[in-house]
């Protein structure tokens, strides 16, 4: 069982930057495939962005150029580092950490962009 702590959602103004942060129990955080999910209401979660255990990235076309996805294994952290924010961003936000077909969920993390 892995537990994922997330911290770092808020309120921002149009443009503006936040980092999300993740924390992870356990010491297999270095296998993880990590990734940053969010979700609206009444729509389904997307990906938001991955990084592999070798640090492979991948990002939704709608966040590609103003997100950043990272982590640090020696901190079971996975970060991401979000630019340039629109409305459009405001979402939940959610961790995730996977490995073969099994896969973790942190509690989620609120960020609002709005004037």
């Known amino acids: 069982q892995v537990q994922l702590v997330e911290s770092g959602g808020g309120l921002v103004q149009p443009g503006g930057s936040l980092r999300l942060s993740c924390a992870a129990s356990?010491?297999?955080?270095?296998?993880?495939?990590m990734g940053w999910y969010r979700q609206t209401p009444g729509k389904q979660r997307e990906l938001v962005a991955s990084?592999?255990?070798?640090?492979?990235?991948n990002y939704a076309d709608s966040v590609k150029g103003r997100f950043t996805i990272s982590r640090d294994n020696a901190k079971n952290t996975v970060y991401l580092q979000m630019n340039s924010l629109r409305a459009e961003d405001t979402a939940v936000y959610y961790c995730?950490?996977?490995?073969?077909?099994?896969?973790?969920w942190g509690q989620g993390t609120q960020v609002t962009v709005s004037s």
């Open positions: 995730n950490a996977a490995i073969t077909v099994v896969g973790y």
């Open positions: 990084i592999t255990s070798d640090g492979s990235t």
């Open positions: 356990g010491s297999l955080f270095r296998l993880y495939v």
